[in-house]
Antibody, heavy 122, light 108 residues
Framework: EVHLEESGGGLVKPGGSLRVSCAASGFTFSNAWMNWVRQAPGKGLEWVGRIKRKIDGGTADYAAPVKGRFTISRDDSKNMVYLEMNSMKLEDTAVYYC?????????????WGQGTLVTVSS | DIEMTQSPSSLSASVGDRVIITCRASQDISNYLAWYQQKPGKVPKLLIYAASTLQSGVSSRLSGGGSGTDFTLTINSLQPEDVATYYCQKYSSAPPYPFGQGTKLEIK
C-alpha cells in the first residue's frame, strides 16, 4: 500500500526558512516523479513543484510564485523528498502536500499525503 | 504560463440531476488533464486522468471528456456523497502543472 507522510511544518517568520519532508513507502520511490502541492486556508489547490526521477535527470521545476525561493530535493536511499523554503512570505501559509503517480505513469497524482501546515507570521 | 479555468465556480443541484463542470486550458494540453475531488477537511482524490480514464474504484456515474483545450467532468444522478470541490489539473508534458480554481458542488 502506498503511503506518503509529510513532516516538518510549523510557524516561521516572514523572511525565514523551513524545510518540510515527505517519507514514501509502498512503491518503487526511485522510479517516481514527486510533486509538492499546497493549499492556503480556505483556498484552492496550487501546484508548487516537481522533481523528476534520477533516470530522467533528477531535475526540479517550480511554479512562478516560488521559483528562486523554494528547492525540491530527493534522497532515493531513504525514500524521502524535501521542500526547502527560503525568503518566506505571508502568502506561503498553507497546507503542503506531497503527491505522486507512484512511478511508471504520466505524473497524474494518484497518491497524496495528509499534508503538513506551514504558517508564516510575525 | 498556461492557465486552467473552471466553470462554474459554484453549483447547486438536486439529487438525481446531471451536473457538468467545464475546464478550459489557455493552450493545447492534448489529453493531460486530471480531475480531483476534495471533500471538506480531506485530502484530494484522483477521479479521472488522461481526460477520460476513470480511476479504479471511482463511481461509474462520473465521466470525463474533451481534448486540446476544452474538457468536461460529468456527474450523472447526483448523490449526497458527491458534495465536494472539484479541481482540474494539467499534469504532464512541459511544466508548470496548474490546477483550475475549483468548482464547489452543493445539493439543493
Amino acid at each position: 500500500e502506498v503511503h506518503l507522510e509529510e513532516s516538518g511544518g510549523g510557524l516561521v517568520k516572514p523572511g525565514g526558512s523551513l524545510r518540510v519532508s515527505c517519507a514514501a513507502s509502498g512503491f518503487t520511490f526511485s522510479n517516481a516523479w514527486m510533486n509538492w502541492v499546497r493549499q492556503a486556508p480556505g483556498k484552492g489547490l496550487e501546484w508548487v513543484g516537481r522533481i523528476k526521477r534520477k533516470i530522467d535527470g533528477g531535475t526540479a521545476d517550480y511554479a512562478a510564485p516560488v521559483k528562486g525561493r523554494f528547492t525540491i530535493s530527493r534522497d532515493d536511499s531513504k525514500n524521502m523528498v524535501y521542500l526547502e523554503m527560503n525568503s518566506m512570505k505571508l502568502e506561503d501559509t498553507a497546507v503542503y502536500y506531497c503527491a505522486t503517480d507512484g512511478g511508471g505513469s504520466y505524473n497524474e497524482l494518484h497518491y497524496w499525503g495528509q499534508g503538513t501546515l506551514v504558517t508564516v507570521s510575525s | 504560463d498556461i492557465e486552467m479555468t473552471q466553470s462554474p465556480s459554484s453549483l447547486s443541484a438536486s439529487v438525481g440531476d446531471r451536473v457538468i463542470i467545464t475546464c478550459r486550458a489557455s493552450q493545447d494540453i492534448s489529453n493531460y488533464l486530471a480531475w480531483y475531488q476534495q471533500k471538506p477537511g480531506k485530502v484530494p482524490k484522483l477521479l479521472i486522468y488522461a481526460a477520460s480514464t476513470l480511476q479504479s474504484g471511482v463511481s461509474s456515474r462520473l465521466s470525463g471528456g474533451g481534448s486540446g483545450t476544452d474538457f468536461t467532468l460529468t456527474i450523472n444522478s447526483l448523490q449526497p456523497e458527491d458534495v465536494a470541490t472539484y479541481y482540474c489539473q494539467k499534469y504532464s508534458s512541459a511544466p508548470p502543472y496548474p490546477f483550475g480554481q475549483g468548482t464547489k458542488l452543493e445539493i439543493k
